[in-house]
């Protein structure tokens, strides 16, 4: 793992978990696999505390842990997986698009708690959608529960794998062993569930263990049914879902909504039959995908052949033929697709960083592969000095790759081949590093910000829980806006200047990680077809 990296997990786990599951998350990513008391010296930090983050970072999957061969426990970091809290709000709002409200809930519950029982998720989930009714309904667990179904039947969320641990007499106990098996992942415990959410009351901080004793019975589950299987969110499916969203785009912005609604469906045929890491999809016949089209998508089954021959023809190749039989059988080229939005990418941040003529350049030496610099001027149509000095450019910040080919084995100039070429994937991970580095530069910016602003926050807090309670007690209009007053005008101001910040720097994050996401795929791609 690089600095930046490394940098960038430390803020995230210290802006999401606090100071001291920072300080252990971060000593794990550093210096990998280490036993408790090598932790607890190291990082300076008292055995409880430590003992308290290390359950936090493995309640959350940051953090595994292993027996070593000398009998001591050692824990090791999940380095990916804190990169992964970046994306955290994508997966809450791809759960809303998809599933309403109930989904956006369940996915937010799992990403808080790290993992959770069925039954327990779907109790806090009503109680939470319960409190949002002004009508004074109540959620029934029922329509909880079918929407978690429906989640686990299309792989958003699944099994925590269980963990078999044997002791014997006189011996330590042995490495965990992941005993879940694939098909049991995503199937959902039969459980009666009879009830509905509950509102929060004040007398409730009073009952304390009443209030415990009594939940399982308020909830109607059946006891033993549920007991010892957590649930979690499948990050996999969510970048499966992430990455034929971004196909799904490309192929509107270049052909058209139709040809988009037929890959889209394609895609929705194979995204559970299709493994994370395929290069294809599952080959389907132009029947099957004719069967499958949106009801309200009326299009005629000529057209549909005529939209699925021009997809297969076309350059990009998202599209590609795998047989006649049945009409035709069609497949995604995944890595082909990646591969393109991925360059796409390359050559947009060449173009805003030099300007349309080296991106013209750039275009060009991806097209031919090497080229001399003569070449490059007579293609791209560009007096010699400025082409020369586009290219230094590029080549200065590794954008560009320069190699010498000697005609003799004394490498004189005059008789060696200077040929410009592009290596897309050097170049990915170079810009996957800078995007990193933006994310933290952003997130840093974003604590700056209220750091500066602490005592206004902090101000404007106390005002409206104050004006919250007197609504409550039925104060008078006149009293709440002479609560208002309290904040004066440059001070409302400030806080508006405030908020459009960090939205700015919000939005930010959620852009950069989008290009990040992009970039990560194709560099896994790329692994996945050496091997």
């Known amino acids: 793992m690089t600095a930046v990296e490394m940098q960038l997990s430390a803020l995230l786990l210290r802006e999401h978990y606090g100071e001291i599951v920072d300080r252990v998350g971060s000593f794990l990513i550093r210096t990998g696999a280490q036993p408790l008391r090598v932790i607890v010296s190291e990082t300076g930090t008292s055995s409880d505390q430590v003992k308290k983050a290390l359950c936090v970072l493995i309640q959350h999957g940051l953090v595994t842990y292993q027996m070593h061969k000398r009998g001591f426990v050692e824990y ?26 109930t989904g956006e809930l369940i996915v937010e519950e799992l990403l808080l708690n790290g993992k959770m029982t069925l039954t327990a998720a779907i109790r806090k989930v009503a109680d939470r959608l319960t409190e949002t009714m002004e009508d004074g309904k109540s959620v029934e667990y029922s329509e909880v529960l079918a929407t978690f179904s429906q989640l686990a039947d299309t792989h958003f969320v699944q099994r925590c794998p269980t963990i078999a641990e044997g002791t014997a007499e006189g011996r ?19 459980v009666t569930l009879i009830g509905r959410g509950k509102r929060r009351r004040s007398s409730d901080d009073d009952e304390g263990a009443t209030r415990s004793k009594r939940a399982k019975k308020d909830s109607g589950v059946e006891s033993g049914q549920d007991d010892g299987i957590y649930w979690q969110i499948n ?22 909504q139709t040809s988009s ?29 004719f069967r499958a089209l949106p009801a309200g998508y009326n299009i005629a089954k000529q057209v549909l052949d005529q939209y699925l021959t021009l997809l297969a023809d076309d350059p990009l190749e998202f599209v590609g033929r795998s047989g006649d039989s049945g009409g035709g059988m069609f497949v995604i080229n995944l890595h082909k697709a990646i591969a393109s939005l991925a360059i796409a990418n390359l050559e947009s941040i060449v173009q805003e960083r030099f300007g349309s003529r080296c991106a013209r350049i750039y275009r060009l030496l991806l ?100 004006i919250a309670s007197m609504q ?28 459009r910040n960090v939205n700015k720097l919000d939005a930010s994050e959620i852009q950069v990680d ?6 990560e795929s194709y560099i896994n791609s790329t692994k996945a077809k050496s091997t």
């Open 367 to 466: 097209r031919k592969r090497h080229l001399e610099q003569k070449q490059v001027e007579d293609f791209a149509m560009i007096p010699a000095k400025e082409a020369k000095e586009m290219l230094y450019k590029m080549l200065s910040v590794n954008l560009v790759t320069l190699q010498e080919i000697p005609k003799t084995p004394d490498h004189a100039p005059s008789r060696t081949f200077y040929l410009y070429a592009v290596n897309p994937l050097s170049a990915a991970r170079m810009l996957l590093q800078r995007c990193y580095k933006t994310v933290a530069n952003l997130i840093e910016r974003r604590q700056f910000e209220t750091k500066e602003n602490k005592r206004l926050l902090e101000k404007s807090q106390r005002i409206e829980a104050i």
């Open 514 to 519: 989008e290009t990040i996401f992009i970039l």
């Open 172 to 190: 330590p106990p042995p490495a965990p062993t992941l005993v879940t098996e694939e098909k049991e992942m995503y199937i959902v415990p039969k």
């Open 261 to 289: 609604e037929i890959v889209r469906t394609m895609l929705r045929m194979s995204e559970v039959t299709t493994s994370s890491n395929a290069a294809f999809t599952q080959p389907l016949s132009s029947n099957e995908i």
């Open 472 to 499: 409550a007690t039925g104060a008078e209009d006149s009293q709440l806006q002479e609560i208002e007053e309290m904040i004066t005008a440059p001070e409302r101001q400030q806080l508006e200047n405030l908020k």
């Open 235 to 256: 990050m996999v499916r969510f970048h499966q879902h992430f990455r034929d969203q971004a196909v799904i785009s490309a192929v509107s912005n270049k052909m058209d």
């Open 76 to 101: 090791s970091a999940q380095s990916d997986r804190c990169l992964r809290i970046l994306r955290f709000p994508r997966f809450i709002y791809t759960a809303k698009t998809l599933y309403g409200d």
